[in-house]
Structure formats: structure tokens, C-alpha cells
């Protein structure tokens, strides 16, 4: 029997978060991790879709340096191999950080299976020799246990994915060379970035989305301006649409899409990538052992959000086995961590509050949001009051010249003014970048006027958000 203070099983973000900051608060600490640390996020989500995804921007540069500003340059061809050996040295170094960390941080990674035997013990199979194999067998944990298992992509019935035809997420960058057309299944973020990157690369797109609109959880306009922005990339948008049926061909996938008027379509596809969300994993954690069980979406919900804390004492929850509010976002589980190692430590963190964790897709054009939708504000009861303005209403916005908006949703202050402000959304190049300072705000409970009092720099797209709250307190110059 081994004994230590904390054991982690899931060395993804969530989980090698609370490791590293449990280390750091003076904690002896095991992680247990079968696959690679790093998790889903690093090694076939957040960090190798995104090298890939700024790929896409550079090809789709050298179409507006031609088409717009008459730079006569042109697109040879994309050397898939040298891309995805890019891709894959930046995944790789990115590893060899997070392992580095870990180690200096005196955490204890044991390659290997890890399931609950107890309300404080854990059996680890080891998967390596040597020093793995040496810490395999029971362990107890003095403090307490971090489940950070994570979660895969969901599937629908059908074809399986072959890693080829029909892929998933989770696949869809390791898939072998470009196809030159797609069909994404599912509007929410991950297949419409999926969708973009096809979509820079030449590939004709088709993004089928069951909702009556992209995004369906973001504010109603950020879909609209979206939504405008990839039909004018070409890529066929078709929204309150099902899959009703989907053949593997010799060199594609048959797809029947039933739209939300007309009939069903019949069309041909190199590739289907299924992005309908994902489904924690739990399988081989022996929930039942520390009389713990998921709930009826398979999550495992926390007795005390607070602490993140299960109905068995000791043993917390973090990342995608959570079940909302919390969001399935990789920054998000790093604030879990950070939040259940101190709270194993002894300390009172302050409770995480997700409505002012910002979320971000990462497509051509980029959407970023902090708070409500104008749609839950109202739900929720506020009497609201908004401000759009477009990027292009400064001058920086006409320089990328791709369109997008900033938008705010306040609660109605006396007199029909504006007070604190609930929720801010953006669309448009580089937003990503830019909502950061939003999270403040919406986090701060501040009003237009206290944003009002700052200045922005000029010439910048962050212009367009101090003149939407210079407006709504009243001061604005470009009244739109």
C-alpha cells in the first residue's frame, strides 16, 4: 500500500493544473494519467487545431493580399506533410513543458489506469515498467482524490468513424491529407472552426447544424454576424437541418440531410466530421466504489459547487466530467484546478463563477463572448439595454476590412441610461485577443461609465469597444 496526500486520476488540463498547484502549496501528489499528459486539449484539440487554424489565416492572407490590396502573390499548394510536422513539433514541445513542469514540481506521474477502490484509495494499473510498475497497486490518499477524466466525442448512429471517411474531433487533424470537400456536422464551436480551417484550405464545406442557428448557446447576433461571415467564405450553411442517413462510399461518405424546408438532399462527400459535442468519460473509474455514481447525463455532479466538492468528502471533480454551469473549456478547468488543490490545502478560494468565463471559436471570423445573451438577460428577468456597433465604424476595422460587430448587454439604469453590464460579444478578426478586457468588466460588475473613463488606443479594433461604452454612457463620438 503507497501512500500520498493527493491522487489525481486524468493528467489533462484540469487535472495537471491541481497537481501542479497542489505541489506547489506543499503537497505530496500522484498523478496517474494512461495516455499522455496533456489531455484531449493538448494533443488532439485546443493546441493542434489552433496551430492549424493559423495555418488557415496565412493561406487565406495571401487571397486577400491578391484580391485586396493587389499584392500579386498566389497560393502554389499546401505541403500537408510540412504543416502537420509544424503542428506536431509545437504539440510536442508543448509535452515535453507540461512533463518538465510536473517534474520540477515533485509530482509523481505514474503511467497507468487508475480506479477508485474506496472513498480514499485508488488502485493504479500501471501501463510502463520500471518506476511505473513500482507504483502500481493500492494508494491512499491522506487529503483527498481529483477526478479529471475528461471526455470524448459523442457519436450518432451510422457509420463508425474510421479515422478516414468519418472522423471525429478527436481524429479529424491526424486524418490523411486534404479532402476536398466536407461535410461538419454540428454548428457549435468545434465544427465551426473544423468547418473554417476546411474551408481556407479549399475544400467545399457544408455545415449542418440541427439548431436554427450556429452557436445556438451565444447571443442571437453573434450567430447572425457569423453565419454571414462563412457564407461569404462560401461555405453552405444549413441550420435546423438533421442527418438522416450517411453510407460509406470507396472513397467517401453518402450523406442525406433532411433541411429545415424542402426536401432531403442527397450529396456525395470525401469526408463526414461529426462535432455534436462531447460525453465525459468514466468508464473503468469504479465510481460506485466510493458510492459515487453519474448522473443521467453521465457527468459527475459536485454536492458543493463551491468546492467542487462530490457527496463523498474528499473527492473533487474537475474539467469535462463536470456538468454544466461549467463549461468544457480547457482555461475553465484550469480555474477548477487552481480552486480544488487549495481548497485540498487547506485554504478558501473563492468559488468560480462561470458566467464570466469568456469563450472563444477560433474560426475566419472569430467569436468571443463574456456573460449573458441579451436572450438570458431577459430570461433572467433584467430589464436591458443594448449597444451594437460595427468593426468597421472605426478605422481599423475597415483596414481588415472582414466585417464583424461589438455588442453589449447592460441592465437599464434610471432615466434609461445604462448600468452594469451583463454580458459583451464580439465577432471579427482577432477578437479573440480582445475579450479579455471584457471578462473584467462583466467580472468587475462595472458600468459604461467606469469603462468610459478609459482610453483605448487608436488605431485598434479594442477602439470599437470603448466607443460602444463611451455611447451607452452617453459620450459617444460615432454614434451608430
Given amino acids: 500500500m503507497h501512500e500520498t496526500d493527493i491522487i489525481v486520476i486524468g493528467g489533462g488540463t484540469g487535472g495537471y493544473s491541481t497537481a501542479l498547484r ?18 484531449t486539449c493538448l494533443h488532439r484539440g485546443c493546441i493542434p487545431s489552433k496551430a492549424m487554424l493559423h495555418a488557415a489565416e496565412l493561406v487565406d492572407g495571401i487571397a486577400e493580399a491578391r484580391e485586396r490590396w493587389g499584392v500579386k502573390a498566389t497560393l502554389e499548394a499546401v505541403d500537408w506533410s510540412a504543416l502537420t510536422a509544424t503542428r506536431d513539433d509545437i504539440v510536442a514541445r508543448n509535452h515535453r513543458g507540461v512533463e518538465g513542469h510536473l517534474s520540477h514540481a515533485g509530482v509523481r506521474v505514474v503511467r497507468g489506469s487508475a480506479a477508485l477502490t474506496g472513498a480514499r484509495t485508488v488502485r493504479v494499473e500501471p501501463t510502463g ?18 477526478l479529471a477524466t475528461g471526455s470524448r466525442p459523442r457519436t450518432l448512429p451510422g457509420p463508425a468513424p474510421d479515422g478516414r471517411r468519418v472522423v471525429t474531433s478527436d481524429d479529424a487533424l491526424y486524418a490523411p491529407g486534404l479532402p476536398a470537400s466536407v461535410l461538419v456536422l454540428g454548428g457549435g464551436a468545434i465544427g465551426v472552426e473544423y468547418a473554417s480551417l476546411h474551408r481556407s484550405m479549399g475544400a467545399d464545406v457544408t455545415l449542418v447544424e440541427a439548431a436554427d442557428r450556429l452557436l445556438p448557446l451565444e447571443d442571437a447576433d453573434v450567430s447572425r454576424h457569423l453565419t454571414r461571415g462563412l457564407k461569404k467564405r462560401g461555405i453552405e450553411v444549413l441550420t435546423g437541418a438533421r442527418l438522416e442517413q450517411a453510407e460509406t462510399l470507396p472513397d467517401g461518405v453518402r450523406v442525406t440531410v433532411r433541411p429545415a424546408r424542402g426536401e432531403p438532399r442527397t450529396l456525395d462527400v470525401e469526408r463526414l466530421l461529426v462535432a455534436v459535442g462531447r460525453a465525459p468519460v468514466t468508464d473503468g473509474l469504479n465510481l460506485g466504489a466510493a458510492g459515487l455514481a453519474t448522473d443521467d447525463r453521465g457527468f459527475v455532479a459536485p454536492a458543493d459547487w463551491a468546492r467542487l466538492e462530490t457527496a463523498v468528502p474528499g473527492i473533487h471533480v474537475v474539467g469535462d466530467l463536470l456538468p454544466p454551469p461549467s463549461l468544457g473549456l480547457a482555461h475553465a478547468s484550469f480555474a477548477e484546478g487552481l480552486l480544488v488543490a487549495e481548497t485540498l490545502a487547506g485554504l478558501s478560494p473563492r468559488p468560480l463563477d462561470y458566467a464570466t ?39 481599423k476595422g475597415m483596414v481588415h476590412g472582414q466585417g464583424g460587430m461589438v455588442k453589449v448587454v447592460a441592465e437599464r439604469a434610471g432615466g434609461g ?49 470603448g466607443e460602444v461604452f463611451l455611447t451607452l454612457a452617453g459620450r459617444g463620438l460615432h454614434q451608430i
Fill in 129 to 146: 515498467t520500471g518506476a511505473d510498475a513500482e507504483a502500481g497497486g493500492e494508494w491512499t490518499a491522506r487529503r483527498g482524490i481529483v
Fill in 357 to 395: 468565463v469568456p469563450r472563444v471559436t477560433y474560426s475566419s471570423p472569430q467569436t468571443a463572448s463574456v456573460g449573458l445573451s441579451e436572450a438570458q438577460a431577459r430570461e433572467r428577468g433584467h430589464d436591458v439595454v443594448t449597444n451594437t456597433m460595427p468593426l468597421t465604424a472605426v478605422a
Fill in 22 to 39: 497542489a505541489a506547489a502549496l506543499g503537497l505530496d501528489v500522484v498523478l496517474a494519467e494512461r495516455d499522455l499528459v496533456g489531455g
Fill in 417 to 465: 441610461g445604462a448600468g452594469q453590464v451583463l454580458g459583451v460579444h464580439l465577432v471579427g478578426p482577432h477578437v479573440s485577443e480582445m475579450v479579455a478586457e471584457s471578462q473584467l468588466i462583466v467580472g468587475w460588475d462595472a458600468d459604461p461609465a467606469d469603462v468610459a473613463q478609459h482610453i483605448h488606443p487608436h488605431p485598434t479594433l479594442s477602439e470599437a469597444v
